[in-house]
């Protein structure tokens, strides 16, 4: 548990990296950025929580999060060109990180005592929903309706855990494999450009 | 009661269509198209329970209301050119719809023990939000600032409900009565083309 | 505390003005404006009381609330083009209403029990979120993004409160005080048009 601890505090830490990144080409100042780092390391989690009743909202609770987030901020302040040109480790993070808090999210919401169904919704709404706020926010239309494959990969792996769960498999092997199916449905999406058909 | 129920989740159904619909004109994924049908079916109601502390909410309570919207978005899959040809049952369905949910958000506002004015506010709430939120993640000015006679329709009806309700009206012919309100202005004003005066 | 409510009430107000007039270069009809008024007005505090999970939200609880939002709306439909040439007026009684509503904010998170920082944000999002919502709903990079000093005004203001309270300074002189700050920071900016530095 000492580990999965840590690695929440760490894909905080990248979100917040990602949102105060997210409005480089739009005019900001240095606090909009950081209100956007901010915005999107609590948005997924905390819509999850009001959604689901479930008080205090974690960040709330353990102020870890808190500066688990500023820290995030403060470095895309001091390192913001450096951050920018790491392209790749920067989606190998981010990729890392939905697939985790999805399967937190799952857990959390089966923990709530709402039906797997749910939960498979919760747990992707705890990955993606940080972004979509922060997209709308930007006023862009969210990249989660015009990419490639990113909140599907969510949904399967969350759908992957759900099975596993009720076939009985220990809970830290799940974890690991759902996980790695949503890793890997994103990576090989963004590495074949794979995209789900449009309605026309 | 029975009869509620099935209309609650009928038009739960129909929203779930309209938000799947929405993005039409959009770059847009399959993915994109149910997880809109989803937020603009559970939006209105979402954010009155949680402005009121109504928890579960009632999508979470109830499974029906998650499989109700998923064939919403699977008829939005399979009958996609023929569902978008139908835009006068399309309309008639919509408006029954906000008709229905209105009332039911002021009922449930009033169970919770808020006073009327307050109420009046959730009805309407309950109705538009859903397609508020679609269209603000879509990036477009919500149609209720630029379109025809909507949320007014709703607020005019839930209005027509209070009165009703402290005169003493029985419940079936007040809600039947002031649906019947919001259908009628909100067709008058398609038909006619009426709308609000604006502030210039 | 008399006169603080009045204050109370008086502030959401003019968020209801700010809020009305917000749309004035798009197209809208009059429900539409006072739509974003209502919207404005309780959106900063309704937002932290629910991520506080603080039951039933201010307006909800107090209907005096809903008739100061109610007068505000009327106001901007009557005074129209009397408001709008008052930009100087409005601007000045904008300020103290974030002055006033920071530190109201601030105040109400640590009687909930949070944490210090936790109780800056909430006063920050008390004050600045209701423009937030408004601008997204327009569909407008929110000002705060792009503007002079504004939520950092009041994110200053409310850490100045923090310190000055576990100083152990008396609650009057401190709401004042702290609330002079974040007046101050936003009329210097607005005056010497200041900005934060961008990330380039």
């Known amino acids: 548990m000492a580990l999965q601890y840590i690695f929440e505090l760490l894909g905080t830490y990248f979100f917040a990296i990602s949102g105060a990144l997210a409005l480089e080409n739009k005019e900001q100042d240095m606090f909009g950025a950081a209100f956007m780092g901010f915005i999107t390391a609590i948005g997924?989690?905390?819509?999850?929580?009001?959604?689901?009743?479930?008080?205090?909202?974690?960040?709330?609770?353990?102020?870890?999060?808190?500066?688990?987030?500023?820290?995030?901020?403060?470095?895309?302040?001091?390192?913001?060109?450096?951050?920018?040109?790491?392209?790749r480790t920067f989606l190998l993070?981010?990729?890392?990180g939905i697939g985790f808090?999805?399967?937190?999210?799952?857990?959390?919401?089966?923990r709530m005592g709402v039906r797997p169904e749910i939960a498979a919704i919760m747990g992707m709404f705890t990955a993606v929903m940080g972004g979509v706020i922060r997209d709308t926010l930007s006023n862009e239309v969210p990249v989660l309706f015009r990419k490639?494959?990113?909140?599907?990969?969510?949904?399967?792996?969350?759908i992957v855990y759900l099975l596993l769960y009720y076939f009985g498999l220990e809970r830290e092997w799940n974890l690991l494999i759902s996980s790695s199916v949503i890793i890997t449905i994103r990576l090989l999406?963004?590495?074949?450009?794979?995209?789900?058909?449009?309605?026309?």
């Open 93 to 96: 993070f981010d990729t890392v």
């Open 148 to 158: 490639e494959i990113y909140a599907t990969a969510c949904l399967s792996g969350a």
């Open 101 to 110: 808090f999805t399967i937190l999210g799952v857990e959390k919401a089966l």
């Open 44 to 87: 997924g989690g905390s819509l999850r929580d009001i959604l689901l009743g479930s008080y205090p909202l974690v960040w709330i609770g353990d102020i870890n999060f808190f500066y688990a987030i500023l820290a995030g901020i403060l470095t895309s302040f001091v390192a913001w060109n450096f951050v920018r040109k790491l392209k």
């Open 189 to 200: 999406a963004v590495r074949y450009k794979l995209s789900l058909p449009t309605l026309r």
